[in-house]
């Protein structure tokens, strides 16, 4: 029976103009994909089934419209539009995946997720988590899921299936069902957009800005109006850059469309102002490379909000035009950190900055009750800061939260539990519209981690110190995730592997770095919190409310007997001056940029226990000689602007060692250890670098200058694979024979 209700909805779906709706298919694995291949037969239009394990259908069943794919590749599927995606939920939930995949989702399709029985999900979850949780930690059921089902199942569009019964609403739309409209062809809300930026666009220096939720034609405005610039009298290269090449696809694809019918256009244009060039290529170049085109090039900036703030200033600054689009609330998380943090700071700029505002949608109807439960589940935040009206006039900022009193800065220092969080929506809300205006790469998966992780802490100054408090307002959040602790058996092969750099676990980010980094097992076995998130409202920053978390943070880290307070961050003037000030000391810096936020990560710490004093000042002259090799060997060429703010900072920051220990003979102790494992090819050159470079300068002038070429020939990233294999064996042959000779004969 339940065979044929699935069927009978499905023909009647067809029937109607209906808004995408959800299908949950809710009981054991084998009867949900009988279920499925019922469904199929029902339709033969484009499908995604995502799944991690291999779904069989019946021999006879021929779905050769059905793609299917692994929940890791999720985001090659981006830039397709899908009639049905289907989620396999018994791999485990993966939140960032289903948020996006609900924006490839066509006109009337559907998302299937085919799950465990209801009441079971949340614990079924626990035991197979689509997301990792820390290395050590088991929980017994997802409060994410939890609280996920309670929404599905309130929700009046929802369709759900199990064995025993069938809920199937229909959401119709209202509206006569009609034909897309032509390829390319822009909508009036599309045209006016256009006009204004292309119109913009001619003054001698702008900046010009797309806002829309997804499925308003962003990237396919962006195609068409980087088509139509470069055919401007002025334009001598055109690029795009995004998050990810995948984010600029559909921008590239526009382009090239709209380049092919305008072709009799250009060519005559050219001809007309001697123009022998063909029609350029709209390229796409990392947010990381910007620094190296040429100011005059105009950028095309799709998905703006998940790329660093300090990159897309830099970009306005340096390029005489600057077209960006971008999504307010959409599965990277960021738009509202992409309002608070970049929007007034453009003003500053250019007089020429417009922004416009894309309402309704084209991939679906208006009113979709998909796109309404998914925000619902994934971005629960109370949005404060919305940008003005869809409009053509420049930009104006308008103070944020004017109705707060900047005077009033009583605060209350709270730990909350997290089952309490997802019964109370308002708070929730708070703390992740917070962490989202902070924090550019908060995602979906970040609440999954916050609310099912039982290493990770929430802690808030409210303004009551009752949270049954009516109006409770939350200031400030801090996201605490507790390391180490771990206990290992005498020469565990995972303790040395994470010594030597060859294996990492899940979670302890800065215990296990600083345990690989100084070659020793204390800082994985000892007690730690890394502060991995830390916001405070826009409207009352810069009144000490930061630093007042930080001290009760570290109030409540002594009480619980933990050695080291760690956070670890992109590394800026701004932030680290800030961490300074709370006493925490520079320790490490990631050798490699991040490729959004063009940031080199930084760790930083303050000791709380005697033991930790005492072990960090042994190591902190390691720390300094790193450092040193970072600032003059991998900055020392490097001429871009992040690369000048970075020797800056960490000039700044610099820790100076403890002359009162004797750190030389620990020094030389990390040093040749590194190098001994490198030898015995059991650590990366990469995390070897720093201390091949301190050995140099206490070599003969004959060894180390052949050590010294060896060494820089192994570090070109250009060099093919067995010309590497050839130079490391080399560079891995002289060190040893260095190592194995008597210091005075060198």
């Given at each position: 029976?339940?065979?044929?209700?699935?069927?009978?909805?499905?023909?009647?779906?067809?029937?109607?103009?209906?808004?995408?709706?959800?299908?949950?298919?809710?009981?054991?694995?084998?009867?949900?994909?009988?279920?499925?291949?019922?469904?199929?037969?029902?339709?033969?239009?484009?499908s995604l089934l995502l799944s991690n394990t291999v779904m069989g259908f019946s021999n006879h069943l021929k779905f050769n419209f059905v793609t299917q794919s692994?929940?890791?590749?999720?985001?090659?599927?981006?830039?397709?539009?899908?009639?049905?995606?289907?989620?396999?939920?018994?791999?485990?939930?993966?939140?960032?995946?289903?948020?996006?995949?609900?924006?490839?989702?066509?006109?009337?399709?559907?998302?299937?997720?085919?799950?465990?029985?209801?009441?079971?999900?949340?614990?079924?979850?626990?035991?197979?988590?689509?997301?990792?949780?820390?290395?050590?930690?088991?929980?017994?059921?997802?409060?994410?899921?939890?609280?996920?089902?309670?929404?599905?199942?309130?929700?009046?569009?929802?369709?759900?299936?199990?064995?025993?019964?069938?809920?199937?609403?229909?959401?119709?739309?209202?509206?006569?069902?009609?034909?897309?409209?032509?390829?390319?062809?822009?909508?009036?809300?599309?045209?006016?957009?256009?006009?204004?930026?292309?119109?913009?666009?001619?003054?001698?220096?702008?900046?010009?800005?797309?806002?829309?939720?997804?499925?308003?034609?962003?990237?396919?405005?962006?195609?068409?109006?980087?088509?139509?610039?470069?055919?401007?009298?002025?334009?001598?290269?055109?690029?795009?850059?995004?998050?990810?090449?995948?984010?600029?696809?559909?921008?590239?694809?526009?382009?090239?469309?709209?380049?092919?019918?305008?072709?009799?256009?250009?060519?005559?244009?050219?001809?007309?102002?001697?123009?022998?060039?063909?029609?350029?290529?709209?390229?796409?170049?990392?947010?990381?490379?910007?620094?190296?085109?040429?100011?005059?090039?105009?950028?095309?900036?799709?998905?703006?909000?998940?790329?660093?703030?300090?990159?897309?200033?830099?970009?306005?600054?340096?390029?005489?035009?600057?077209?960006?689009?971008?999504?307010?609330?959409?599965?990277?998380?960021?738009?509202?950190?992409?309002?608070?943090?970049?929007?007034?700071?453009?003003?500053?700029?250019?007089?020429?900055?417009?922004?416009?505002?894309?309402?309704?949608?084209?991939?679906?109807?208006?009113?979709?009750?998909?796109?309404?439960?998914?925000?619902?589940?994934?971005?629960?935040?109370?949005?404060?800061?919305?940008?003005?009206?869809?409009?053509?006039?420049?930009?104006?900022?308008?103070?944020?939260?004017?109705?707060?009193?900047?005077?009033?800065?009583?605060?209350?220092?709270?730990?909350?539990?997290?089952?309490?969080?997802?019964?109370?929506?308002?708070?929730?809300?708070?703390?992740?519209?917070?962490?989202?205006?902070?924090?550019?790469?908060?995602?979906?998966?970040d609440l999954m981690r916050i609310l099912d992780s039982p290493d990770q802490h929430i802690v808030v100054l409210t303004n009551s110190a009752s949270l049954s408090y009516s109006t409770l307002l939350?200031?400030?959040?801090?996201?605490?995730?507790?390391?180490?602790?771990?206990?290992?058996?005498?020469?565990?092969?995972?303790?040395?592997?994470?010594?030597?750099?060859?294996?990492?676990?899940?979670?302890?980010?800065?215990?296990?770095?600083?345990?690989?980094?100084?070659?020793?097992?204390?800082?994985?076995?000892?007690?730690?919190?890394?502060?991995?998130?830390?916001?405070?409202?826009?409207?009352?920053?810069?009144?000490?409310?930061?630093?007042?978390?930080?001290?009760?943070?570290?109030?409540?880290?002594?009480?619980?007997?933990?050695?080291?307070?760690?956070?670890?961050?992109?590394?800026?003037?701004?932030?680290?001056?800030?961490?300074?000030?709370?006493?925490?000391?520079?320790?490490?810096?990631?050798?490699?940029?991040?490729?959004?936020?063009?940031?080199?990560?930084?760790?930083?710490?303050?000791?709380?226990?005697?033991?930790?004093?005492?072990?960090?000042?042994?190591?902190?002259?390691?720390?300094?000689?790193?450092?040193?090799?970072?600032?003059?060997?991998?900055?020392?060429?490097?001429?871009?602007?992040?690369?000048?703010?970075?020797?800056?900072?960490?000039?700044?920051?610099?820790?100076?060692?403890?002359?009162?220990?004797?750190?030389?003979?620990?020094?030389?102790?990390?040093?040749?250890?590194?190098?001994?494992?490198?030898?015995?090819?059991?650590?990366?050159?990469?995390?070897?670098?720093?201390?091949?470079?301190?050995?140099?300068?206490?070599?003969?002038?004959?060894?180390?200058?052949?050590?010294?070429?060896?060494?820089?020939?192994?570090?070109?990233?250009?060099?093919?694979?067995?010309?590497?294999?050839?130079?490391?064996?080399?560079?891995?042959?002289?060190?040893?024979?260095?190592?194995?000779?008597?210091?005075?004969?060198?």
């Amino acid at each position: 029976m339940i065979g044929k209700s699935l069927i009978d909805w499905m023909a009647q779906r067809n029937d109607y103009a209906n808004h995408r709706q959800l299908l949950l298919i809710s009981g054991g694995v084998d009867w949900c994909q009988q279920q499925t291949e019922c469904l199929l037969q029902q339709t033969s239009s484009s499908s995604l089934l995502l799944s991690n394990t291999v779904m069989g259908f019946s021999n006879h069943l021929k779905f050769n419209f059905v793609t299917q794919s692994q929940i890791s590749q999720y985001k090659q599927h981006l830039g397709t539009e899908y009639e049905i995606v289907i989620y396999n939920a018994f791999d485990g939930i993966k939140p960032s995946a289903l948020y996006a995949l609900e924006g490839v989702i066509g006109k009337s399709g559907l998302l299937v997720i085919l799950c465990p029985d209801l009441k079971e999900w949340q614990h079924y979850e626990a035991q197979h988590s689509g997301i990792a949780f820390s290395y050590n930690t088991q929980h017994s059921k997802s409060l994410f899921i939890s609280r996920m089902v309670d929404i599905l199942l309130n929700d009046e569009g929802t369709a759900c299936i199990t064995p025993n019964s069938a809920h199937l609403p229909f959401a119709y739309a209202n509206q006569n069902k009609r034909k897309d409209s032509l390829l390319g062809t822009l909508t009036s809300g599309q045209q006016t957009a256009f006009k204004a930026i292309v119109s913009n666009a001619q003054k001698v220096k702008s900046i010009g800005l797309i806002t829309a939720k997804r499925g308003r034609g962003k990237s396919t405005l962006l195609g068409q109006i980087a088509a139509t610039l470069v055919t401007l009298d002025n334009i001598t290269d055109i690029f795009i850059t995004a998050p990810h090449i995948n984010n600029a696809q559909r921008a590239q694809v526009e382009y090239k469309r709209f380049m092919v019918n305008s072709k009799a256009d250009i060519i005559k244009k050219n001809k007309q102002r001697n123009d022998t060039h063909t029609a350029r290529e709209l390229k796409f170049i990392a947010p990381d490379q910007l620094c190296h085109l040429s100011a005059n090039a105009v950028l095309i900036v799709d998905e703006a909000a998940a790329i660093a703030p300090s990159i897309l200033l830099f970009a306005c600054q340096k390029f005489t035009r600057v077209i960006m689009a971008t999504t307010l609330a959409g599965y990277e998380g960021s738009g509202l950190g992409f309002k608070i943090r970049v929007l007034p700071k453009l003003q500053t700029m250019s007089n020429a900055l417009i922004s416009v505002e894309l309402h309704h949608p084209l991939r679906w109807y208006k009113g979709d009750c998909l796109e309404a439960v998914f925000s619902r589940v994934f971005a629960p935040f109370i949005d404060e800061t919305l940008p003005p009206q869809f409009q053509v006039a420049p930009f104006t900022h308008k103070p944020l939260l004017a109705n707060i009193d900047r005077k009033s800065t009583q605060t209350y220092f709270q730990q909350l539990d997290k089952a309490w969080l997802i019964e109370h929506k308002n708070a929730l809300a708070q703390v992740f519209s917070l962490l989202i205006q902070s924090h550019y790469q908060t995602t979906p998966d970040d609440l999954m981690r916050i609310l099912d992780s039982p290493d990770q802490h929430i802690v808030v100054l409210t303004n009551s110190a009752s949270l049954s408090y009516s109006t409770l307002l939350i200031s400030g959040v801090a996201i605490i995730a507790r390391e180490g602790s771990i206990r290992f058996a005498p020469k565990d092969k995972l303790l040395e592997g994470i010594i030597s750099s060859r294996r990492r676990v899940n979670g302890h980010l800065v215990a296990q770095n600083l345990a690989m980094t100084f070659c020793d097992d204390w800082f994985i076995t000892a007690n730690s919190w890394r502060i991995s998130r830390i916001a405070v409202k826009p409207g009352l920053r810069r009144l000490g409310l930061g630093k007042t978390l930080l001290r009760k943070i570290s109030v409540l880290a002594q009480k619980n007997d933990v050695d080291y307070l760690s956070t670890s961050f992109g590394l800026t003037s701004e932030l680290s001056t800030f961490w300074q000030s709370q006493c925490f000391k520079l320790l490490k810096i990631g050798a490699r940029r991040d490729t959004s936020s063009g940031e080199h990560s930084g760790i930083m710490f303050v000791a709380l226990s005697e033991a930790a004093t005492n072990m960090f000042s042994s190591y902190l002259a390691v720390a300094v000689s790193d450092l040193d090799y970072f600032l003059n060997h991998l900055l020392k060429n490097n001429n871009d602007i992040n690369s000048t703010l970075l020797i800056q900072t960490i000039s700044q920051c610099r820790p100076v060692p403890n002359g009162s220990i004797n750190w030389r003979s620990v020094s030389a102790r990390v040093h040749h250890q590194r190098i001994s494992q490198f030898i015995e090819n059991k650590r990366s050159l990469v995390n070897t670098a720093a201390s091949i470079y301190f050995e140099l300068s206490k070599l003969n002038v004959e060894t180390s200058k052949e050590l010294s070429e060896l060494f820089t020939q192994a570090l070109q990233k250009n060099l093919s694979q067995q010309t590497k294999e050839y130079v490391l064996s080399n560079l891995k042959g002289k060190l040893k024979r260095i190592f194995e000779t008597p210091a005075g004969e060198l």
